[in-house]
Structure formats: C-alpha cells, structure tokens
C-alpha cells in the first residue's frame, strides 16, 4: 500500500455519473462542496473543472449511480477484521462507548516481545486515513518498522543524535555563549531533557531497557507532504485515529517526540527510513501487545473552556 505524493493535489474530476440510474433527486448537488456538480434536465451532471475527490456525491447517491475514480476502494476493507461501510446517521452511534474507548487509550510504555503481525499495521494505516484532511490533500504518509531489529536500528540512531547534544548541552560557557546570542534553546534543553537522556543513553548502552520506544515491536512514522495546505493537522488527525483504532485491536501505543525532535534537527534520520526530502514526519508511533493493564479510564488536569462573542457571555 503505497501512496502517490503526486496525486496529493489531484483536483481533476474523477466523477462518473450513470445517467440512466440518476433518479434527480440533488443530493449529490447539495454536499458537493466544489460545485462540481448541476443538475441539468432533472439529471446530475458534472459542470466544474475541479474536485476535490472527497466522495460525498457517491456516498449520499441513494442509486449508486455515481462513481469517484481518485477513491481506491481498497482503503474500505481491511484484512484482520471486516468493516461496516454502511453510514452511522448523526446521534446513531454509542457516544458512551467512544468516550469510553478515548480514555482508556493510554500510553504504553510496557511491551511484550510478541511481534505485531504487518496485516494489523496496514489496518491501523488504513483505519488512519479516515481522517479528515485541509482540502482534502490527504498528504500523508505511512513508514512502517515492523519488527525489533527495524526498531532497535532507529533507536541506535537517535541515541548517537541526543549523545551528540548532550555532549554540546554539558559545556556551560557554549550554553552561555549561545544564549547571549538569542539562542536559549541549548539552555532549555539541558535543565529540561539533559538528565532524562542521559539515563536513557546509559539504560539502551548497558542492555537494561529502551526508554525510548519502551520495547514496543514496531513503529510507525507518520509524515506529510510539506506543500499540503495543512500537512501537520492532517498527519495529527490520522495519527489520532490510529491510536484508537490500536487499542481496539489490542495493541498498546506511545508517541515518541523524542525521535520527532531528532528527525527535525537531524534530517540524516529521516533519509535514513527512505521518507524524501519534501515530507516531514508529525509523528512516531510506537506499537506493540501491551505488557500493562489499568483499572480506570484517564484523568485529566483543569481544562480551559470558555465562551466568546455570545450575548450571554457577561
Ligand atoms: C506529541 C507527543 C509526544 C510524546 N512523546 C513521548 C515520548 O517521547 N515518550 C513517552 O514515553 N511518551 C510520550 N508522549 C506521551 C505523553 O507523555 C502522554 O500522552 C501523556 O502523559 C498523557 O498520557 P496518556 O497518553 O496515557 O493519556 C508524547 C505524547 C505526545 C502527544
């Protein structure tokens, strides 16, 4: 399953309507949000140049009459579970359930060795790009290490990237120097991370434990073309997706913003998955059978919710 970054602004009509099975109705007319289509002589037709390839006028076409070709029917079967294509109306579906489901996803930090069989990944990829996208561009892409030795390979790497900064945070006068020159971020790093990383480094060098994916059996690295409109919330909302969809599957995961953060300041690390120079990787997943188990759904700290612009405001 690959995906072509070319067709990332695929904006040519792809519609296929079947005048004989339209019955006139303008449904597909009224979701289209391209204005692609028109009804002419009580039968849809394709007017516009452009489209953004989203599939609202087939899903809603109660005659199946209308095809999209830019859509790869593929992505709607799966291989380790069969999914109902037919839609959940608004209100129909369980919103205790979902809620349930999104806290009880937790990071995972403890794995088994077990490894995840590639079917279960390609579904999470597949159950990720259901997401929405900004105009649709779909930008992302999927990097699948799918075995400890893929892991352990990318983990080597990092390791010699934050050996390398720490040893650069530990002199103080370059810090000093650094600040002076408007560059705090040298300083942040060392009273922030310093510490945390160099038990990691000492933990993955001594064989005792690999705090930075945790033991997980498999990662996924999700990147995004960067002339996407909005390449990171798009890489952000399949990555979310992908998640929840893991801990259905019984799969544990953690995101790793170590690994994002060496990726940024180090591009040798993402040529090194082979992902081109014109995406940038939003996340790491790490992903393997969970070696933990809890007993209450996730708490969180006071939220900020706040109304605006409303007449009842004051
Ligand atoms: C952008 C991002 C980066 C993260 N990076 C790491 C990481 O490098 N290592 C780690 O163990 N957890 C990491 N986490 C997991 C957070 O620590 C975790 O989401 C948070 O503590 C809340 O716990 P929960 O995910 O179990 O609800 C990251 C989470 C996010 C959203």
Redo the contacts with the bound molecule.
Sequence with gaps: MTHNPKNTYHRSVTTMIDAERCIGCGRCVAVCPKQTLTMKDDIAVVSGSESLNCDHCAAVCPNEAIQVTAVDPALGSFQTFSADTRWQAHGRFDTASLVNLMGS???C?NYSDRPVDRPLLEDLVKAGVTAPSGSNCQPWTFTILPDRHAVNRLGRRVGDFFRKTNRMAEKRWLRTALKLLGKPQLDTYFHLHYPTVEMGLSAWDGGERDL?F?GATAVIVVAADNGASCPSEDALLATGNMLLTAHTMGLGT???????EAMRRDRSIVRMLSIPDQETPY?VIAIGWPDEAYYRV?GRKPVVIRYAGSRDTH
Excluded: D, E, K
């Design positions: 996803r937790r990071s930090r930075l945790h953690c995101l790793v913003g170590f690994v994002i996340a996730a």
